[in-house]
């Protein structure tokens, strides 16, 4: 067998070598398409994580899918782990998932704009 060591999977985890600074760092978390379980146990472990373990400076919350991006409709609130604290217990998406609305040409635009560095895309 192949013992104690796996050489198709790595511990999950912050790293001691990063390719980036986590203090500087700007995210963005967006759910879209439908709906399944666990989309705001997701959401709270990233804010977590990108907060806890890296130090991030912001983490935005896209409300309604990549319209959230450029609709006057849709507002990104900023996540707090004060926020995100019990959000595991309700179902569907704090953010709002939508289908559609994907323009990257405006995404990129926001994603500039606020200098986001990085962009986690849940769902589909």
Do not use: W
Not at 12 to 38: K, M, Q
């Amino acid at each position: 067998g192949m013992g104690s060591v796996s050489r198709a999977f790595h511990l999950a985890g912050p790293r001691e070598t990063l390719h980036f600074d986590p203090s500087s760092v700007n995210a963005a978390i967006v759910t879209c398409g439908g709906l399944c379980p666990g989309l705001n146990n997701v959401i709270r472990e990233l804010v977590h994580s990108l907060t806890y373990l890296y130090g991030a400076k912001t983490v935005y919350g896209i409300t309604g899918g990549f319209h959230g991006f450029h609709s006057d409709e849709y507002t990104p609130v900023v996540l707090t782990n004060e926020l995100v604290e019990n959000i595991h217990h309700e179902g569907g998406t704090v953010l709002r998932s939508a289908r559609g609305g994907f323009d990257v040409d405006k995404i990129l635009a926001f994603l500039r704009e606020r200098d986001v560095s990085q962009l986690y895309v849940i769902g589909g």
